[in-house]
Structures are given as C-alpha cells and as structure tokens.
C-alpha cells in the first residue's frame, strides 16, 4: 500500500506551530527533535532549556494549542506548603502537576498536557476536589517541583513508585565531601535511604530497564533508566542524601565503602516476591562524586525463543541449520547491547539435551543455564578466554561457547575446536557479517582455516518496538525517506508508522525491542572467496545475491510491517 500523507495529529503541532509563527526555524525544530530523543524530556521543555524560545512565549502558544488558560511559573514568588500538600509528590513528579490554588471544591493545577485525562482522574481522586487544569511550560513546571518537593522526605520514600516493602528482600572524587564511614554506615541505615533505594531497584524492573545510572553533578543527583535502549531521567533526589545513596548501594553489593578513588564492582541480588533479579553494580569516580551504573539481569525477561526473535524465514532457517550441525563454527556479531549474548544463550537452549556436553566460558557470566557448564574468566588469575578453551578441550565437550574472540590464541584454539567435531559459537565486534570474515584474518588466522571452519555469521542489531497502543500512520520526511534510499517501486508498496505517545510507553512512542538480523551461511562460493583473498565488499554482494538479507533490508521489512520507525532503521544500520 502506498504511503498515504495525513494531516498531523493535535499532540504532534507544537513544534510546527511554533516554526509557523517564526519563533524558531525548520533546523532548530530538528536540533530540539534529536535533543527530545536522548532525554526523553517533551519538546517544548528542550526548546526552552535551548534558548530558542522564551517560556512566555511557549506557555502562549500551548495555550492556544490547547484552549486553557496559561500561567507564567517563574512569576509566582511563592505557593503555600498547604496547598503543595494536596497532591502526592509521586503524583506530581508523575504526570509534572503542580496544584496552585484552591476556591471552594475546585483546585487549580498547572500541567504540562491539560489533556491528560488520566492524571486529571488520578489527581480528582487523590485530592478529593475537582480539577481545573491550566497549561505551563514543562521547563518552570520542572524546576517547581523540584523547588517545592525536594524537602518532603515522605515523597521521596514513594517518589518512583508505590510498593510493598514485604515482597523486596535485597540478599546480598577530589570534590566530593568527605565523610566518615561510621556516619556513612548510620546515615545508609535510615528509612528514607533504604526505602529510597529499593524503591529504584524495584521501579527498574517494574519498568522493564535494562540498566540504572546514579549520577552526580556539582549542584544535583540524578537518576536515569535506560529502557528500550534509551536512557530516560527518572528522578532527582536531593543532594543532601548523595553520599548516602552512593554508600548504601556499595554495601548492598559488598563493595569498600570507605574507598572512593578508585573503581569498584560487584553484584546484588534482589528477591521481588517468586523473582530474583541479579544487578550487576559498577562504581566509577568523577570530579563530584561517584558514578553508579547497575546492569539489571531478570531472567524471567530472558527470550530464548528463536522462534519469537523476528528473523525473516530464511535467515531463521539457515541460522538453526548451522547451529544443530554437529561441529564447526557459529559466529554472532554486532556492537554492545545489540543481543548477541542473548542470541547464544537460545542457540544453546535449542541444542541443549541431555546427549551433549556444553561448555561456555564468559566474561561476565550474564544468566545460569541449566544443563550447562558456565565459566567465568579471570584474566587477573590467569583464566583468560584462551585457557578456558584449552580446559575445555580436555573435558569431553561437543557444544563450546566462547564469550568473545579478541585475539589471534582465542581465535585460533576456537578454529582448532571447530576443525576437530566441536560445535562452536562465539562473537566479535564488527559492523557487519562479511566484516567478521576479513576480521579473523587480520587478527592472524590463516584463510583456509576461516574457510574451513565458519558455518555462519550473523550480524545483529537492536531497534525499538513501536508501541501497539498508539500506532497510527505516519508521513516520513522527504530528507529522510532519501537518506534511506528506498528504491521507488519499493516505497510505494510501503505504509510506515509511528507511536504518537501514550500512557503505556511513558509517551515515548515505543515499547519493547526489536532485533534486526542479517545472517550469513557459508556456501561453496563464499569459501572460496576467502581462500582467494576477496574483499568483505565482494563477498557481501556475492551473499546478497544468494538470498541474505542486510541489516539495512531486513530493518525496511520491519518498518514497512509497523514493527519499528524507519528513523530507528536508519541510525542502527548503514546502506
């Protein structure tokens, strides 16, 4: 079906109405859309926060836009503590309200989109009055509620989100103010603090993110989400509370909390009713305190389905042939956080039975298998990739994982294991399935070896899902549809689409990933293309023409179908 061009939804005018009105221009609209992109934050705030609109002039036309009466936050001196205790500070961190004033029933609220009817209910049945909403910029909006909430201790206890504390069990820089560990040990052992911080753990996870950080800055503490492979700030605690945060993680994951030079890793262990969900805690000094990153490990989130993974019929059929022959080489390859480990751990699930002997050697061991023989490197002992291979070889093995090939040992004990009825599979960091090829060769393994031993490549990349909830048609730019380079007859049988932002996807307009795959099985012609030296280049055209998809072709199928944007197509593939 062709695309069909319609006019823009209301939630989707601001930018075009502020560009119509001259108050910014058609590239500045583009530089706050990529600003709007990494931080998740609403259009009209990355404007202001930009300098390209003043805030009266924003509020003004957001009053327009959406026929309610505006109110100029930073003209409002002060706000009685009576009334900002009327709304939760979860609810008004939540859905960015601020409650202004009150006459007889009715409580006037400053919204960032009066057309929330959701917080409008939610904040009608918190408060117990009716609800007039009136339209502010989301930048002063911020900022107020950061003003007005910061020193309610109860708030930040449930600012994420309200939990039950009987369900959650956790088992077990030169400017940064210097505090003892005796008053550190006593200030991690207040409500607040703990409350505080298993209240992150567990939103995380509620949330579906993949990764925390807890970041310090001179004049504040913040804490992002990474969900869906984007990071999305989530809260800003005060920063009286920083040196505390940052000690009551380390103790959680058993790490010196007296040693704030140098950086330090280690593990936690969350126990959320029936769930356990592994963190893996990384701290890092900077010049104004601690950097905290925790990797969330939830095995019940695990997929190791191939059938579910999105793999076109061919690819999907020549990646199980390869993996269930019975020796050789199975390679899987893309950036970091692409899902490569995921990929191996559901190739291992697919050959996993009680006949074979399967052996994995990991840096860091991600999830436990069951039936299947996990090691954990540590080169700092001498338990590198190379030795555990060697170990491995000794072991009666049919099935070895190796976590990463990085080195000309590596790759050559993995090559050795593959030509002597070992199935092996590994990954390495290239940008595309040919490029592993050509990469195996510079590292010093001999071509005939590669050619020998390589069943299949997979190249992969990770896209975001849009959201089914809010799905609707969408008219691609000319500028980008010619940066995809669409050949015309493929356009037109093509529909593309968008979320336009719902309560289910925190207004993002996605949910959920998405893999994009391009997967290459090695044919008689391909083997000999690596003996006669040919270049990634011709072998990716001689792969092409033997019926694989790019990663490029197989993200077009994807959001022709409306599984993801082309925008996400194009910044996680090359034509």
Do not use: W
């Amino acid at each position: 079906m062709a695309t069909t061009r319609t006019k823009p939804k209301s939630s989707d005018l601001i930018g075009d109405l502020l560009v119509r009105e001259g108050l910014i221009t058609q590239e500045q609209l583009k530089a706050a859309l990529a600003e709007q992109r990494g931080n998740g934050y609403r259009l009209g705030y990355n404007i202001v926060a930009m300098g390209l609109v003043s805030e009266t002039d924003l509020t003004r036309v957001l009053a327009r836009k959406y026929r309610v009466k505006a109110v100029d936050l930073s003209r409002i001196d002060k706000i009685d503590d009576r009334m900002i205790k009327t709304v939760k500070p979860e609810i008004a961190v939540r859905h960015l309200v601020l409650p202004l004033r009150r006459v007889g029933r009715t409580l006037t609220v400053a919204m960032a989109n009066p057309q929330d009817l959701s917080a409008i209910d939610q904040l009608r049945f918190s408060t117990g009055y009716d609800i007039e909403a009136v339209v502010a910029g989301e930048y002063s909006l911020r900022k107020a509620i950061e003003k007005y909430y910061e020193t309610v201790d109860d708030g930040l206890q449930d600012m994420l989100q309200e939990f039950d504390d009987e369900d959650i069990e956790v088992v077990g820089g030169d400017q940064e103010e210097e505090v003892s560990v005796t008053a550190l040990q006593a200030q991690v052992e207040e409500a607040p603090v703990v409350r505080l911080i298993n209240a992150v753990l567990t939103s995380a996870v509620q949330k579906g993110a993949s990764d925390i950080h807890i970041e310090p800055y001179e004049k504040e503490l913040r804490v992002r989400f990474r969900i869906d492979g984007a990071l999305r700030e989530i809260m800003r605690p005060p920063m009286k509370m920083k040196a505390a945060l940052t000690s009551r993680v380390k103790i959680l994951a058993d790490l010196n909390i007296a040693e704030r030079r140098i950086p330090q890793d280690g593990r936690i262990r969350l126990r959320m009713g029936k769930r356990v969900i592994d963190f893996r805690v990384s701290t890092l000094p900077g010049v104004f305190g601690e950097k905290i990153v925790l990797r969330i490990l939830d095995k019940s989130n695990l997929q190791l389905d191939l059938e579910k993974f999105g793999m076109e019929a061919k690819a999907e059929e020549d990646f199980v042939g390869a993996i269930r022959n019975p020796y050789g080489m199975c390679l899987v390859t893309g950036p970091t956080g692409s899902g490569k480990t995921t990929t191996l751990y559901s190739a291992l699930m697919k050959v996993n039975t009680e006949e074979v002997n399967i052996m994995t050697a990991e840096d860091p061991v991600e999830y436990n298998l069951r039936g299947v023989n996990q090691v954990q490197v540590r080169p700092d002992i001498g338990l590198t990739f190379a030795a555990a291979l060697r170990a491995f070889l000794r072991q009666d093995p049919n099935i070895i994982l190796v976590g990463e090939i990085r080195d000309l040992e590596t790759a050559g004990i993995a090559i050795k294991a593959a030509l002597t009825g070992h199935l092996v599979l590994s990954t390495l960091h290239t940008n595309d399935a040919a490029s592993t090829i050509t990469r195996l060769i510079d590292i010093g393994v001999e071509p005939f070896n590669v050619a020998s031993a390589v069943n299949i490549v997979t190249a992969q990349r990770l896209v975001r899902r849009i959201c089914n909830n809010c799905k609707a048609e969408h008219t691609i730019e000319d500028e980008v549809l010619e940066a995809a380079r669409i050949p015309e007859e493929q356009l037109k049988q093509l529909t593309f689409y968008h979320g336009e932002g719902c309560e289910g996807c925190d207004a993002s307009g996605y949910k959920g990933r998405q893999g994009l795959y391009e997967v290459m099985p090695m044919s008689h012609t391909l083997r000999a293309m690596i003996m006669q030296g040919d270049s990634a280049d011709a072998m990716k055209r001689r792969a092409v023409e033997e019926g694989m998809l790019t990663l490029r072709q197989d993200g077009l199928l994807k959001a022709g179908r409306g599984v993801t944007t082309l925008e996400e197509v194009l910044k996680e593939t090359a034509a």
